[in-house]
């Protein structure tokens, strides 16, 4: 299973993004699917899940600003971010779980400037 992140960059405060990742390889389904952050100096956090029901989970740090939703077709999951904050800055993994083995992806770079 490969999965492939895009849609970093850069964006001033208050800005918005979309990431997007896309998963790859042989499998039958991906069973869930999400994001999580690591800023420099600091372990990897969640930033947010979503099963392939559509149920999702949140970080309460982001409950309100970002919305994950995924399309199973494309076994591809996306976060739509917005009000970003400096405090946002790091870079984003995304995650697919296969048969309760989680694979990642290769980070994409969120930086939040003005």
């Known amino acids: 299973v490969q999965l492939q992140a895009y849609g970093g960059g850069l964006v001033q405060p208050g800005g918005s993004l979309r990431l997007s990742c896309a998963a790859s390889?042989?499998?039958?389904?991906?069973?869930?699917m999400g994001w999580y952050s690591q800023a420099p100096g600091k372990q990897r956090e969640l930033v947010a899940t979503?099963?392939?029901?559509?149920?999702?989970n949140y970080a309460d740090s982001v409950k309100g600003r970002f919305t994950i939703s995924r399309d199973n077709a494309k076994n591809t999951v996306y976060l739509q971010m917005n009000s970003l904050k400096p405090e946002d800055a790091a870079v984003y993994y995304c995650?697919?779980?296969?048969?309760?083995?989680?694979?990642w992806g290769q980070g994409t770079l969120v930086t939040v400037s003005s």
């Open positions: 995650l697919g779980v296969v048969n309760r083995r989680n694979y």
């Open positions: 390889g042989r499998f039958f389904s991906i069973d869930r």
């Open positions: 979503i099963t392939t029901g559509g149920s999702t």
